[in-house]
């Protein structure tokens, strides 16, 4: 069984900044990939940012820029910095998890609600 644990949403005004963490648990002791991805009401799940194993970055479009994602080398764990947030930056903050081993598992997260107000 592998857990994401996430932590970090909240409610913040459109210019500040956030900060989410995800670390992985259970029977999990390499990545492939890495990531977040979000989804608003009414929407697709888009992709916000993810890091493969070998520090490879992509981020999406909206986000570029502003958002940063990095790794903590001691655990399976990454952090998300939103920076600069918009009111279109609104939605549920999904860690994603996908490691390669013939077949490709991947593993989410529950979710983490992120609010900008004007």
């Known amino acids: 069984q592998v857990q994401l644990a996430e932590s970090g949403g909240g409610l913040v005004q459109a210019g500040g900044s956030l900060r989410l963490s995800c670390a992985a648990s259970?029977?999990?002791?390499?990545?492939?990939?890495m990531g977040w991805y979000r989804q608003a009401p009414g929407k697709q799940r888009e992709l916000v940012a993810e890091?493969?194993?070998?520090?490879?970055?992509t981020y999406g479009d909206p986000v570029k820029g502003r958002f940063t994602i990095s790794r903590d080398n001691a655990k399976i764990a990454v952090c998300l910095e939103m920076n600069s947030l918009k009111t279109e930056d609104t939605a549920v903050y999904y860690c994603?998890?996908?490691?390669?081993?013939?077949?490709?598992?991947?593993?989410w997260g529950q979710g983490t609600q992120v609010t900008v107000s004007s």
């Open positions: 994603n998890l996908r490691y390669v081993a013939g077949v490709t598992l991947q593993y």
């Open positions: 259970g029977s999990i002791f390499r990545f492939n990939s």
């Open positions: 890091l493969t194993a070998g520090g490879s970055t």
